[in-house]
């Protein structure tokens, strides 16, 4: 699901553009550690593998047709970070020559799908991959890819005051679920054909964690988003809860100085105080990561 | 194909198409900025906004009508949330979305169809975006049309041979089928990033690529940006003071 | 006259063991255009592989007076341009211009030389007004062209052409021959197409199972090794 410009609500979507740069950046610099520049073709490539192989419809039933989305197939192949620069990549081409997903929104986008949605999918992998467990953790991988980032993706338009009544949101659950399933499916039979047929391509993963410390991972990961998910359904109840607890007059003390001006000007003010608070925080978004950029490539060459 | 006819737009010759690439994503950036914070007068400031966006299109010699047209993709993931706004009883924020999903992406269109990729991603890189990661943009651009036409050949070859059955046996053979084609687009995909490899280094290539052009910011580029800038943010002045 | 190219008793294994040469001996002097002729699998791009050091064998190799290692292969690969059978390949930047300035500019050349040095290689293969345009949109017989130009572009002393008429028409066939006639660098051809082995080179080499079973003048290899297509037309068929 990706989310065009104008579905998000400007906190919303500035946070997570905020969020979602230095998230990237990092991981553009894991994937730059395992591939150098020589191996960007393949990258590039496999990146045009997973747009093709939307075309390629897998039988569903009642007519209908589903696709490869592809998150977890990558991280299990290129490994989770090159896998998520990929994923990046791929979103880039769509917000901007597909029409497919927003521009602003793009850090929401890069979050739910390149970042949560290959990790997700390959902790699974990661935790399993290596025993005799290894084809449900590739199933359950790719089930994990597809749910996590519909289920981010739905509380983020929830937070951002989309209402959504609960047969909708009942029947999307029911959607993602099926849509999420058959990736599973289909990760899993790509995988078991891919074996037949070039070994080599998919990673090698010696060794199981113990049972125990997977399925608490993998519980922490379904709690969490399904936690997002309530979170925002009941935003107030949550204030509430933090009220309660003190968490809230804290956190409001700790970013007082910009970030209050910021809230107020959205509340009270009118428009042109908070576009251009809009426009500050974009700003504060780039000057933010050109100072992390610098950072890491100053430590790289130190 | 929707991105074949994009980048024929893209080679035009008009002013717009001129302009450095640099002042055509900041332009765009305050224009989705004032679309996406906007909260009063919709009606009014989207058909004003719409205007601008028209005038802009024909300035730039691009088909008023096939952009408007190809810019409607965005549409069916609209209305299917202004038809779950309007069972929630929120008519209006759903005729919001709509509006504002449709505006801000005739704005990218209309920079993608006046900028090759290639010069955007030049442009993105300027602006501090890492470089490894536009490079798979380019490479993931580049190979988009071979893969794709590989993908195409292997469904017109299943549906040759008559991939067509009916019933949950067949349903369960046709999903290995699929796997099996989608495997095999998955290894030749690899080979050719192989390919691609060799012939790189068979060129010399030296572990880094090294830029050929030099995009120079000009007055122009300098004048455009600031005009481009503030129409939309007066368009919205005018229209929420009326 | 000492050899551009001499290559020594050359042994190679695919990973799995699989052996693809067997001793090879090969010379190539200024001048000549020879053709790798031979069965598929028989070691002729494997071969040529070997020249600018993709694949690494046993065995000596020595171009333009330069012992193959580390530290000759970036003047060696300078020296050899191959063109590659899938030109998709070959050209993988966004526009013609970008890409025949690859070589060039991977050799430290300043951009304003490196695009001049792509003028004149495009205006050598006739294609200057496509410079702009993306690879993806030209013909098959375009794209060989460019990727000649991006390889022209370094100076070569040695052109190496993998199956260059795969993907192209008889007249793009014949354009593509009247181009190579008119370039003077030395030129060694892996092909099937015996008429076009046939108007570019005066010698023929013939491979089979990793070594070089015979050699002579075109029309002789062909005749000895049986390497011609015709087939009496069926007589029952109207």
């Not at chain 1, 490539?45 to 039933?61: D, H, L, S, T």
């Not at chain 1, 929401?108 to 970042?115: D, E, I, P, W």
């Not at chain 1, 999420?180 to 990673?203: D, F, R, S």
Request: glycine content about 10%; some cysteine.
């Amino acid at each position: 699901m990706h989310i065009p410009d104008g579905f998000l609500s400007t906190p919303v979507w500035a946070t997570l553009d905020v969020a979602a740069a230095p998230a990237a950046a990092l991981l553009v610099r894991r994937a730059q550690r395992d591939f150098d520049e020589s191996k960007i073709p393949l990258l590039g490539v496999m990146g045009a593998f997973v747009f093709a192989a939307q075309m390629i419809n897998f039988p569903v039933g009642i007519g209908t047709t589903g696709h490869l989305v592809g998150g977890a197939l990558l991280a299990y192949t290129l490994g989770p970070a090159p896998a998520s620069v990929v994923m990046c990549a791929i979103l880039a081409i769509q917000a901007l020559v597909f029409q497919d997903g927003g521009v602003l929104a793009l850090g929401a986008n890069v979050l739910n799908m390149a970042v949560f949605g290959v990790l997700a999918g390959y902790l699974p992998f990661y935790l399993w991959g290596g025993g005799k467990w290894r084809r449900s953790a590739i199933f359950v991988g790719g089930v994990f890819s597809v749910l996590t980032s519909a289920i981010l993706a739905l509380a983020e338009l929830l937070l951002s005051g989309v209402k959504m009544p609960a047969m909708v949101l009942g029947i999307s659950l029911a959607l993602f679920l099926v849509s999420a399933l058959l990736e599973g499916a289909i990760t899993l039979t790509v995988v078991q054909a891919l074996e037949a047929i070039q070994p080599n391509v998919i990673q090698r993963r010696t060794g199981g964690l113990p049972l125990l410390t997977g399925a608490v991972g993998a519980v922490a990961v379904l709690l969490g988003g399904v936690g997002v998910v309530f979170a925002s359904t009941a935003p107030d109840g949550i204030w509430k809860l933090a009220a309660q607890t003190g968490i809230a007059s804290r956190a409001t003390t700790l970013l007082s100085t910009p970030l209050s001006n910021y809230h107020a000007a959205f509340l009270q003010g009118g428009w042109l105080p908070r576009a251009s608070a809009g426009i500050a925080g974009i700003a504060l978004v780039y000057v933010v990561c050109l100072v992390m950029a610098r950072m890491a490539a100053r430590r790289r060459s130190a | 194909m929707h991105h074949v006819v994009l980048e024929r737009w893209s080679r035009g010759t008009s002013a717009l198409h001129r302009r450095d690439p640099r002042a055509k994503l900041t332009a765009l950036v305050v224009f989705l900025v004032v679309v996406a914070t906007a909260q009063h007068m919709l009606p009014q400031l989207t058909a004003a906004l719409f205007l601008l966006l028209a005038a802009t299109l024909l300035y730039a010699r691009l088909p008023l009508w096939g952009a408007l047209a190809r810019t409607a993709l965005v549409l069916p993931f609209s209305l299917v949330f202004l038809l779950v706004c309007w069972m929630a009883g929120d008519p209006a924020r759903g005729l919001a979305l709509v509006a504002k999903s449709y505006l801000s992406a005739l704005a990218v269109l209309i920079v993608v169809s006046t900028t090759p990729l290639h010069a955007l991603l030049r442009g993105m890189e300027m602006a501090g975006i890492p470089r490894f990661l536009l490079m798979v943009v380019q490479f993931l651009y580049r190979y988009l049309f071979v893969i794709s036409e590989e993908a195409q050949h292997m469904t017109n070859a299943a549906a040759a041979r008559g991939a067509t059955f009916r019933g949950a046996v067949a349903r369960g053979a046709r999903f290995h089928a699929a796997a099996g084609a989608l495997a095999v687009l998955f290894v030749r995909s690899y080979g050719r990033a192989a390919g691609i490899h060799s012939a790189m280094l068979a060129r010399g290539f030296l572990g880094r690529f090294q830029p050929l052009h030099e995009d120079h910011f000009g007055w122009s580029d300098a004048l455009f940006l600031s005009l481009a800038s503030l129409a939309p943010v007066l368009v919205r002045i005018a229209v929420e003071r009326v | 006259m000492r050899p551009l190219i001499e290559v020594r008793n050359l042994r190679f294994c695919y990973e799995d063991g699989t052996p693809a040469l067997n001793g090879v001996d090969f010379r190539l002097y200024p001048g000549e255009s020879v053709a790798l002729l031979g069965p598929n699998g028989s070691g002729k791009t494997t071969f040529v592989l070997h020249l600018n050091g993709l694949l690494q064998g046993k065995g000596e190799i020595e171009v333009c007076g330069m012992e193959m290692n580390r530290q000759s292969m970036p003047e060696i690969r300078r020296r050899i341009g191959l063109v590659f059978q899938d030109s998709e390949n070959q050209l993988f930047m966004p526009t013609v211009i970008e890409d025949v300035a690859f070589g060039p500019l991977n050799r430290g050349m300043p951009a304003e030389q490196a695009r001049e040095r792509a003028h004149t290689a495009l205006a050598t293969v006739g294609m200057t007004a496509a410079s702009g345009k993306a690879p993806y949109h030209l013909s098959a017989g375009e794209k060989k062209r460019v990727a000649i130009a991006g390889i022209l572009a370094t100076e070569p002393d040695i052109l190496v052409l993998d199956e260059p008429t795969t993907f192209l028409d008889p007249p793009g066939q014949r354009a593509l021959a009247e181009l190579l006639q008119h370039l003077p660098q030395a030129k060694i051809l892996v092909t099937h197409n015996i008429a076009f082995a046939h108007a570019l080179c005066n010698r023929a080499v013939f491979f089979r199972s990793g070594t070089i079973q015979g050699e002579g003048s075109v029309e002789d290899v062909v005749s000895r090794f049986g390497w011609n297509f015709s087939l009496e037309r069926s007589k029952s068929q109207p």
